[in-house]
């Protein structure tokens, strides 16, 4: 039995050591997967959760494109492709489209990154009709807008192949991402449990029972529930969780919030498709 | 192929230079989010769960602007010690911020390399004192905050929660034993930006003297006003070229942040020369890396007995103003609401809108210091020149 589960850690460490070389030098012997972070109109918070693991990330793999932080792109060799592109916020200009449209030619494995990308998050409140009423409102009657469309997820301009909810990703999350398709496996989906089982484990009061309005049952856990735990409601950044029961969720904020209208404008920030 | 953005700035933005006429223009691309609309309609406590998207970077600043506004129309005032955490939780922000853009963004500039990530190998040291400063700041939001990025404890009234004595003790200690490590990293950009000054233009600051809004806005001439004045001190014009508005105050350009700070309270002199503003940042490092002891020590004097964290209130209609001390400068909102509490009508002015003229008057006075230069390095010169002013695109447009 011992011996066995030796002959396995050396096992995974034999394979770690194909994607994660000691040495930091590049030039031949780099061997780190490649790495793109890409933020389109958004409010870059996601991005940060880079910066705590930066060191890790680096030792694991080589960032060859992050506007953000480098201004140099480091060149692939002939048909390589980017092992991972993050892609945070919405494509909302024609060049954003372009881009992306570039970059997955160019990526192995796209990753909606945030809830912008994912669903469109915060900016998609205001829809096309809503924005020509906005954009007179803001700006003058002559100006003529940078972007063509409202605030939409990624998937509606390119084929992405992996989703990161969050608003904002935790960096937690991001590692575990990483860690898992750099050794080349495929991260499950999130979603598997609610952020009402994140509640639990915290011992925190249930908001709803409180009569606060509350998306824990409808959204995804693996935020740690870090809102509810602080006493603040759930506006379920996270995405869906498996076998939501979204209608019967709007009846409890009906009666929580007094009105369908409140409902709605408490779900729609975040649960982009509930009207099902 | 996608045309170049000027790298290492928070969004999207690129400097149009006419070399032979000797002029740039500051073009900025970033898609409109229209923020100010998104929140009409909304119930006040929506409304600042929503702007602190604006921006990622600063989203306790966004987020505090949005509550004080939606307090002086209210009409609450806070417990003193849940002031102390919203002070902290800005200074922290302020620091934060400040410790991102020097070492990420400008200062790579300066050190001759690309990106602070090559500091792993160049510098280690350096790298894991900035990572320490950057986790301070994201252990302190977090343990008063909730989460570093997009704080969930701040409402209107206080906090929905203290954070537990003990640990609001452990707060304090993690800020103290930083300190010396504030105070290196300003070391680090003084000496890094040195006597760099390739050109010299003088210009109006503008600053609020208390970061938590309870003063005037100062101004380098004699002039002072009240913050809820701000719409007729200075104005934000609309450009056909660009998503942001640009701030002028008597048709000229202006500037607020860390420089401006620092040369209202009396710390710095003014030389004209905006690479300041990043060793006035490295000074802000240490200076409210104190500052976080300080508020949390008297926050923690209080006890942080239950019951005191927030105080009630009835929403009524009115509009209200807020403005605090962004890490980039002043940032105001306007925000009017109806008897129901529900937001009818929002202004936000962000510190970075306010720089943009300012910008491009610096951009043609250091393009017209350096004839006989050649473009490339101009061009350089221009990005830096960009990169120093720490503008935030993403807030510019929002």
Known sequence: MRSKSKGGKGRAKKALGKVRPKSLDGGPAD?????????????EGCELAFVPIVEKVVRGAKIVEWRLGQERKIPLKDGEKIAVSFV???PMTLEDRELMKDLRERSAVIVSFGSCACVGGVPSLADRELREKFMALVYSPEYKPKSDIPAEPLDRTIKVDYYLHGCPVLPETVEWFLEQVLIGKKP?????????????????NCLLLEGKPCLGPVSAGNCGAPCPTFGKICYGCTGKVKGANIPQM?????????SEKAADEHMRIFLKDWKQ | MVADYIAKIEGHGRIDVDFSAGTAQLHIEEGER???????????????FITPRICGVCPTAHNMATIRAIESAFGVVPTPEAIALRKAMISAQIVQSHTLHLFFLALPDFLGIDSGTELMKKNPKLLKKILAMKGMCDTILRGIGGREVHPTTTIVGGFTKFPEFHSAE????????TVPIAEELMEVATKAVGDFAPFHRPTTHLALEDYYGNSKVYTSEPASFDPRDYQENFKENVKMYSSAKYGVRNNKGFLVGALSRRILAGKRNVTGNTFENNIAQGEEIFEFTQEIEKQLALAVSTGLKKGEEKVSFVPREGVGVGAIEAPRGTLYNTLWFDSEGVCTKADIVTPTAQNLTNVEEDANALLAQNRGKDEA??????????????PCITCSVH
């Not at chain 1, 780190?32 to 409010?43: E, F, G, Q, S």
């Not at chain 1, 499950?188 to 925190?204: H, I, Q, R, T």
């Not at chain 1, 709007?250 to 007094?258: D, M, S, T, V």
């Open chain 1, 188 to 204: 499950d989906k999130f979603g598997g449990y609610p952020v009402c089982l994140a509640c639990k484990e915290k011992e925190n």
């Open chain 2, 377 to 390: 390095e101009l061009k350089r010169l221009l990005e830096m020149l960009v990169r120093a002013y720490d």
């Open chain 1, 31 to 43: 061997l780190r997967p490649t790495v793109a972070i890409y933020d389109l109109t958004d409010c």
């Open chain 2, 170 to 177: 452990e707060l304090i200690d993690l800020a103290r034993r």
């Open chain 1, 88 to 90: 945070e916020g919405s």
């Open chain 2, 34 to 48: 229209l923020f100010e609309g998104i929140v009409v309609g909304r119930k006040y406590e929506d409304v600042h």
């Open chain 1, 250 to 258: 709007r009846q409890e904020l009906i009666k929580i919030l007094g």
